[in-house]
């Protein structure tokens, strides 16, 4: 990597300082320092970091610290009083001043016995044909707090720790990205120095006891920015203002990463498809919640896994596509899906035990087997997994829900929601929401969110039933009798039997309850 600043150069590849084209030699220690103090341009070194760093954590006099620093002025042809490159800031330490670019490595001018490499031949990050690669940079401070200055480089910091545990996603490590400080940093040097196809960062305002931090996603191929958010707290509230950043950025990623990533692949012709295109765009297909869409969705997912065998995440999705055909009785062959549901849900765990989508595929076939109590090791697996990963608490709640566990199944349904207010599920977690309510007795609220799942997006019948039995609960025959119609419209077929063959309440008193209430809408 390569540090522009005035006239100089500093090749940390090279491990040359050059003033154009001449080298202007530093000993050993001093290039040491210099790099750090670069590196960490326009924030504030310590005297602790520079020993850490530069001395690898040997204690030495203020004296040899003073004699580096020196040596380093001389050589950029500044002084301790002008100080036009490394500021003093007395009795904490030094920051370097000037504006710094950053460019990628030259290439390497070596001989390679054998064949050569094509020249447009890059290193890229292991399994990138597979997964996304992201760079999380350092967030600009505006403002100044001696308290709270730290949060530009803590919560980016954190965003790098909680995203690596998400397996689906290639995280550029924070020793990488945290070099680059410039406010204005160049999104295709981003791109080329880390092999990145999406940078988040961030701008952390600081006045008085206000602050506010506002975040971007930018695709490093288009240079388009995919997704942005601000939030402003008062700087009391930031630990937990903190948490809610680190959570809301998460569940964003998974939702427009994903989206974006599909976007991108139906440019292409779809022989030059790849599986994660394919996967991708099959995924497009399988949150509308309908049979064709699911069958376009299912024939996406079976060329992913034809085109990589060891594709976990294609093969979770082969489960859920199954899985929506058995629910929603799409074919009359209840039991093949039943079975492919659970086979891929297993081949996805083998191949990748890790991933908290395998381990929610896997949970969710228990539900077919009218079990769904069995799948609770796997969401908590799941949760555990990814802390963040909003449909591994929806599909906890509603095996709390069909438990009998309102109180359970609400704050479950509830985080969800929060994490992902965007979610492809929002239909169903807000019908979760109403059940919970229901099982409390509150049947005002249950039709309030009944009512709601149902007319969102991508509700199916079976979430218009809910809807129906939470208005006859609540007393209100007439929005009883509107759902009634409107299930019938779209499955003439429904009954009942089936509405428990979906959601197999383990709780007699609730399904009980929810039985009267079909029969006396029409069921």
């Given at each position: 990597?390569?540090?522009?600043?005035?006239?100089?150069?500093?090749?940390?590849?090279c491990?040359?300082?050059?003033?154009?084209?001449?080298?202007?030699?530093?000993?050993?220690?001093?290039?040491?320092?210099?790099?750090?103090?670069?590196?960490?341009?326009?924030?504030?070194?310590?005297?602790?970091?520079?020993?850490?760093?530069?001395?690898?954590?040997?204690?030495?006099s203020?004296?040899?610290?003073?004699?580096?620093?020196?040596?380093?002025?001389?050589?950029l042809g500044?002084?301790?009083?002008?100080?036009?490159?490394?500021?003093?800031?007395?009795?904490?330490?030094f920051?370097?001043?000037?504006?710094?670019?950053?460019?990628?490595?030259?290439?390497?001018?070596?001989?390679?016995?054998?064949?050569?490499?094509?020249?447009?031949?890059?290193?890229?990050?292991?399994?990138?044909?597979?997964?996304?690669?992201?760079?999380?940079l350092?967030?600009?401070?505006?403002?100044?707090?001696?308290?709270?200055?730290?949060i530009?480089?803590?919560?980016?910091?954190?965003l790098?720790?909680?995203?690596?545990?998400?397996?689906?996603?290639?995280?550029?490590?924070?020793?990488s990205?945290?070099?680059?400080?410039?406010?204005?940093?160049?999104?295709?040097?981003?791109?080329?120095a880390?092999?990145?196809?999406?940078?988040?960062?961030?701008?952390?305002?600081?006045?008085?006891?206000?602050?506010?931090?506002?975040?971007?996603?930018?695709?490093?191929?288009?240079?388009?920015?995919?997704?942005?958010?601000?939030?402003p707290?008062?700087?009391?509230?930031?630990?937990?203002?903190?948490?809610?950043?680190?959570?809301?950025?998460?569940?964003?990623?998974?939702?427009?990463?994903?989206l974006?990533?599909?976007?991108?692949?139906?440019?292409?012709a779809?022989?030059?498809?790849?599986?994660?295109?394919?996967y991708?765009?099959?995924?497009?297909?399988?949150?509308?919640?309908?049979?064709?869409?699911?069958?376009?969705?299912?024939?996406?997912?079976?060329?992913?896994?034809?085109?990589?065998?060891?594709?976990?995440r294609?093969?979770?999705?082969?489960s859920?596509?199954?899985?929506?055909n058995?629910?929603?009785?799409?074919?009359?062959?209840?039991?093949?899906?039943?079975?492919?549901?659970?086979?891929?849900?297993?081949?996805?765990?083998?191949?990748d035990?890790v991933?908290?989508?395998?381990?929610?595929?896997?949970?969710?076939?228990?539900?077919?087997?009218?079990?769904?109590?069995?799948?609770?090791?796997?969401?908590?697996?799941?949760?555990?997994?990814?802390?963040?990963?909003?449909?591994?608490?929806?599909?906890?709640?509603?095996?709390?829900?069909?438990?009998?566990?309102?109180?359970?199944?609400?704050?479950?349904?509830?985080?969800?929601?929060?994490?992902s207010?965007?979610?492809?599920f929002?239909?169903?977690?807000?019908?979760?929401l109403?059940?919970?309510?229901?099982l409390?007795?509150?049947?005002?609220?249950?039709?309030?969110?009944?009512?709601?799942?149902?007319?969102?997006?991508?509700a199916?019948?079976?979430?218009?039933?809910?809807?129906?039995?939470?208005h006859?609960?609540n007393?209100?025959?007439?929005l009883?009798?509107?759902?009634?119609?409107?299930?019938?419209?779209?499955?003439?077929?429904?009954?009942?039997?089936?509405?428990?063959?979906?959601?197999?309440?383990?709780?007699?008193?609730?399904?009980?309850?929810?039985?009267?209430?079909?029969?006396?809408?029409?069921?």
């Open positions: 990597m390569i540090f522009v600043f005035e006239e100089f150069e500093l090749d940390l590849g491990g040359e300082l050059r003033r154009g084209q001449e080298e202007t030699p530093l000993e050993p220690r001093a290039f040491s320092l210099l790099c750090l103090l670069v590196e960490n341009h326009g924030h504030l070194v310590t005297r602790d970091e520079m020993l850490e760093k530069a001395w690898d954590g040997r204690i030495v203020d004296t040899a610290i003073s004699t580096a620093i020196k040596s380093v002025r001389k050589a500044d002084d301790g009083v002008s100080q036009k490159y490394i500021r003093t800031v007395r009795g904490r330490g920051r370097f001043v000037p504006r710094v670019r950053i460019l990628p490595d030259r290439e390497p001018r070596v001989e390679i016995a054998g064949p050569a490499l094509a020249s447009d031949e890059k290193i890229v990050p292991p399994d990138a044909t597979h997964r996304p690669s992201i760079a999380i350092p967030f600009n401070l505006v403002g100044y707090s001696e308290t709270y200055s730290a530009a480089d803590a919560i980016p910091a954190e790098i720790s909680s995203l690596s545990r998400l397996r689906w996603l290639w995280v550029v490590a924070r020793g990205t945290f070099r680059f400080r410039d406010r204005d940093i160049d999104i295709d040097t981003v791109r080329d880390l092999h990145a196809n999406y940078c988040l960062s961030g701008v952390v305002e600081i006045f008085g006891n206000r602050i506010a931090v506002a975040v971007e996603l930018v695709d490093t191929q288009s240079r388009m920015v995919i997704w942005s958010e601000r939030f707290t008062r700087i009391d509230d930031i630990h937990e203002t903190r948490t809610s950043i680190v959570n809301h950025v998460i569940a964003a990623l998974e939702l427009h990463i994903p974006n990533e599909a976007n991108k692949a139906r440019l292409n779809p022989e030059d498809l790849d599986a994660w295109s394919e991708h765009i099959g995924l497009q297909h399988m949150y509308r919640f309908n049979q064709h869409d699911n069958e376009i969705a299912d024939r996406h997912f079976e060329r992913a896994t034809s085109l990589d065998p060891r594709f976990a294609a093969y979770a999705a082969r859920f596509t199954s899985f929506q058995a629910f929603l009785k799409y074919s009359p062959d209840t039991g093949l899906n039943r079975d492919r549901a659970r086979r891929f849900a297993e081949k996805s765990v083998e191949l035990p991933d908290p989508f395998a381990n929610f595929n896997l949970a969710r076939t228990h539900w077919l087997d009218g079990n769904p109590d069995g799948g609770i090791e796997m969401l908590e697996r799941a949760i555990q997994l990814s802390p963040n990963f909003a449909q591994g608490f929806y599909a906890r709640a509603w095996t709390d829900v069909m438990a009998g566990r309102g109180a359970e199944s609400r704050s479950g349904i509830t985080t969800a929601i929060a994490l207010p965007l979610d492809p929002l239909y169903a977690m807000q019908s979760v109403g059940l919970a309510h229901l409390e007795g509150d049947y005002e609220n249950a039709a309030i969110w009944a009512e709601k799942g149902a007319r969102a997006p991508g199916h019948f079976l979430i218009g039933a809910i809807a129906m039995a939470a006859q609960l007393g209100d025959t007439r009883a009798s509107y759902w009634r119609e409107n299930v019938r419209s779209r499955r003439n077929d429904v009954s009942a039997e089936h509405f428990f063959t979906a959601f197999p309440f383990s709780d007699d008193k609730v399904r009980r309850k929810l039985k009267k209430a079909l029969a006396e809408s029409g069921f």
